[in-house]
Nanobody, 125 residues
Framework: QVQLVDSGGDLVQPGGYLRLSCTSS????????VGWFRRARGKERGGVAY????????YYGDSVKERFTICRDNGKNIVFLPMTSVKPEETAVYYCAAAEAAFGYVFAPDSYDYWGQGTQVTVSP
């Protein structure tokens, strides 16, 4: 069964740390570009981070640069999203997505082939 599974969401205090994970079954993540997206209540889904399947080049949304880092562990077939100094406004459901083919805008949702079910991140005292 082809599936993408994201996990690691939790309640975390402002300024704290959390690490999200994305793994796959039925295909190997190292051959796919992976993006992380989030959707806060009442807001549209937005791109957070992206890592290429060609050269592992990464891109980030402006609000998370230098605080979030997307990285791969190919041996474990996992893509991680460590998040530091998290903010209350980053409370959202976070989704990972995987794309086999190259495309232009890395945060274009329609470019992705598979999506995780979402994992809730709540940033609150």
């Amino acid at each position: 069964q082809v599936q993408l599974v994201d996990s690691g969401g939790d309640l975390v205090q402002p300024g704290g740390y959390l690490r999200l994970s994305c793994t796959s079954s039925g295909f190997t993540l190292r051959y796919y570009a992976v993006g992380w997206f989030r959707r806060a209540r009442g807001k549209e889904r937005g791109g957070v981070a992206y890592i290429s399947n060609r050269d592992n080049r990464s891109y980030y949304g402006d609000s998370v640069k230098e605080r979030f880092t997307i990285c791969r562990d190919n041996g474990k077939n996992i893509v991680f999203l460590p998040m530091t100094s998290v903010k209350p406004e980053e409370t959202a459901v976070y989704y990972c997505a995987a794309a086999e083919a190259a495309f232009g805008y890395v945060f274009a949702p329609d470019s992705y082939d598979y999506w995780g079910q979402g994992t809730q991140v709540t940033v609150s005292p």
